[in-house]
């Protein structure tokens, strides 16, 4: 199932304000780089974390960044984790 927008939005309120195009352009961009072989049942939360993260770095998201001197933001730091558990093998062995 491909992440929409309500349901990126249920997930990360925050965002709720945004337009529907900046959302879906930043759905896009997350989906384009969340692998269905790589993230199993789990590409959808791979690609809310990449969209939020995307947002994040816009200026409607100055408040989620971490540091706007490495472009971080709290979002990342999930999408990181939850790749690194999945190339460890974590999420075929819970899900």
Do not use: C
């Not at 304000?17 to 789990?42: E, Y």
């Amino acid at each position: 199932m491909a992440l929409t927008i309500t349901t990126f939005r249920a997930r990360f309120p925050e965002f709720q304000s945004l337009p529907d195009a900046t959302v879906q352009d930043a759905i896009n961009r997350g989906a384009a780089q969340s692998d269905s072989t790589i993230f199993g049942d789990l590409v959808d939360e791979s690609t809310g974390y990449l969209a939020a993260h995307f947002l994040a770095l816009s200026p409607y998201g100055q408040q989620s960044r971490l540091s706007n001197a490495t472009e971080s933001t709290t979002y990342y730091l999930h999408w990181r984790r939850l790749a690194t558990k999945k190339a460890a093998g974590w999420a075929r062995v819970t899900s």
